[in-house]
């Protein structure tokens, strides 16, 4: 099994090499790409959600057409 690295300013190094620290913090900055995805995925589908609310709103102030023939008094 290969070991992990992480490339840092154009540097590759070993995950087990680095501080603990780093090591920390390089797992917290994962973390955080993943929730951000998450996040970004989640305001798409809220985009699209909130543009058919917007589009039914649009269409429920819309003026009823008059069906073909029918009397108006």
């Given at each position: 099994?290969s070991?992990?690295?992480?490339?840092?300013?154009?540097?590759?190094?070993?995950?087990?090499?680095?501080?603990?620290?780093?090591?920390?913090?390089?797992?917290?900055?994962?973390?955080?790409?993943?929730?951000?995805?998450?996040?970004?995925?989640?305001?798409?589908?809220?985009?699209?959600?909130?543009?058919?609310?917007?589009?039914?709103?649009?269409?429920?102030?819309?003026?009823?057409?008059?069906?073909?023939?029918?009397?108006?008094?």
């Open positions: 099994m070991e992990q690295t992480v490339t840092i300013n154009e540097e590759e190094h070993n995950v087990s090499e680095l501080a603990v620290e780093t090591q920390a913090h390089i797992a917290r900055v994962n973390e955080l790409r993943q929730e951000i995805g998450r996040l970004q995925m989640q305001i798409s589908e809220r985009e699209v959600v909130l543009q058919a609310y917007t589009t039914a709103i649009v269409e429920a102030v819309k003026p009823v057409e008059e069906a073909e023939g029918e009397v108006v008094n």
